[in-house]
């Protein structure tokens, strides 16, 4: 899927020192590398074999004197409340339609409460005083059953599925979220079916994990790069899923502008129970040019990590995961023209969580949040780098800082959405460039050139008309 963008317009407001024609660091530059692009990952496949269905072709229209009402085999609501719903009034008369009516609104109220299996109806029954009785039968697990055909280990996709046990209600909250999770597995498709079980009111649930892409990826170009080193970049990413056969992926991310700028990652993460877990090192190398090509600055930056997330809500249209993450930084920073040096380390913590909700608001849209606190510590090795930061800024030593986003994409018409957005953070001190919020480039204020201004605290609001282009591709 392609969008083109127009209609921009973006205000912000800054609070804290920003940093305009300051000379790039490799802090800066780390800013600069984008997103790993996203593959649009396939929903799992849900098929539902009904059992033979009574098909009623009466139309009787004799009425009877019905005293009370019974609401037999409920378990999940009370009696009377499902009664409550039918609208049923003591010695009313009734026609079978109406009865039967009655029951289809119990059913209802079953469906659009995710219990999608259950049935309502009237039984065979001799009415005695005027009594009458619906059953409801909720529909329950009988075998859960896998048929795993690809390389994914029994126990990995057993355990995704844990809390899906033989004699539980079918509801499609904990079954999505189980499926969901299991088709998130590298290199596996994922297709269930809920046939009748073998015992009355019970469905068997059959999970098929299928073979897919072992090896996948991506190819990606911009011209969002800082023009001293370099505006064209283009980037790289391949996947090789389920390593092991625990559901692992080794990722390699590359992005390059030329002699300007070179970026390289590796990632390995697996999953532990729900969660998942991974460590990544990636290593930035730049060179400025243009204004600044007379310094020969150049310089490293390094990042090892440890990451976690754990998905707190997982369904089709609202997901919420709780994520955390360690970095581990080291930056280097050379002005050859003087035989200058200036090392950096900095270590930091962030916890966050990031959210979306799909709803069918107008013609439907896409509301996305997130929020993080990172707390850290920078330590300007070279001496005196540290006094000159002692004496202005005082970025070195621990700090904290708190970022936040919200998103919204609105569909107006089958081609046009309006798209709303606004960032910020707020920071217990003057930061490291490598922490601070960038201003410019196709992320922020795109009139504003990328990687020029920097605040330490502010916030940033964007509005934009998008038309949906033809895909390229199906």
Do not use: C, W
Request: hydrophobic letters at 40%; proline letters at 3%; glycine letters at 10%.
């Amino acid at each position: 899927m392609h969008n083109l963008k127009i209609l921009p317009v973006a205000l912000f407001a800054l609070s804290g020192s920003v940093f305009a024609q300051q000379v790039p660091s490799a802090g800066s530059q780390l800013q600069q590398i984008p997103p790993v692009p996203v593959s649009e990952q396939a929903s799992p496949r849900l098929e539902i074999e009904q059992g033979e269905k009574t098909v009623n072709t009466e139309t009787d229209t004799a009425t009877i004197t019905v005293n009370a009402l019974r609401v037999d085999g409920a378990t999940i609501y009370s009696e009377s409340d499902l009664i409550a719903l039918t609208g049923f009034q003591p010695k009313s008369e009734l026609s079978l339609s109406d009865l039967r009516a009655m029951a289809e609104k119990i059913a209802d109220y079953y469906h659009d409460n995710g219990y999608f299996v259950a049935r309502a109806y009237l039984p065979a029954q001799d009415i005695d005083n005027g009594v009458v009785t619906i059953a409801v039968i909720e529909g329950r697990y009988g075998k859960v059953i896998l048929k795993n055909e690809s390389s994914l280990n029994d126990d990995v996709a057993n355990n995704m599925l844990s809390g899906l046990n033989s004699g539980d209600i079918i509801a499609s909250e904990p079954l999505e979220s189980r499926l969901l999770m299991l088709s998130g597995v590298p290199g596996v498709n994922v297709k269930s079916t809920l046939v009748p079980g073998a015992t009355f009111g019970t469905s068997d649930l059959i999970v098929e994990v299928l073979p897919g892409r072992s090896i996948s990826g991506s190819i990606d170009a911009d011209n969002a790069g800082s023009r001293y080193t370099g505006e064209y970049r283009l980037g790289s990413t391949v996947n090789l899923n389920n390593v092991t056969g625990r559901g692992d992926v080794v990722s390699l991310r590359a992005i390059t502008s030329g002699s300007g700028m070179n970026y390289a990652r590796i990632s390995y993460q697996t999953p532990v129970g729900k969660a998942t877990v991974g460590v990544a090192y990636s290593k930035l190398n730049y060179k400025l040019g243009r204004e600044f090509e007379s310094l020969r600055a150049n310089g490293t930056a390094e990042v090892a990590s440890i990451y976690g997330s754990y998905p707190l809500i997982r369904s089709r249209n609202t997901n919420l995961s709780a994520q955390l993450a360690m970095d581990f930084r080291t930056f280097q920073d050379r002005i050859d023209s003087t035989s200058s040096v200036t090392d950096k380390k900095a270590e930091a913590l962030t916890a966050s969580l990031v959210g979306d909700h799909r709803d069918n608001i107008g013609r439907g849209g896409v509301t996305g949040y997130s929020v993080g606190l990172t707390t850290g510590n920078l330590d300007i090795e070279t001496p005196s780098a540290r006094a000159f930061d002692a004496m202005t800024a005082q970025t070195n030593g621990h700090y904290n800082k708190l970022t936040f986003s919200a998103l919204r994409l609105q569909n107006l018409t089958e081609i046009l959405s309006l798209y709303g957005a606004i960032s910020g953070q707020l920071a217990s001190k003057n930061l490291d460039v490598s922490e601070k919020l960038a201003l410019g480039g196709m992320y922020g204020v795109r009139a504003y050139p990328v990687g020029e201004a920097y605040a330490d605290e502010g916030y940033l609001a964007t509005v934009e008309a998008r038309f949906l282009l033809a895909r390229f591709s199906e």
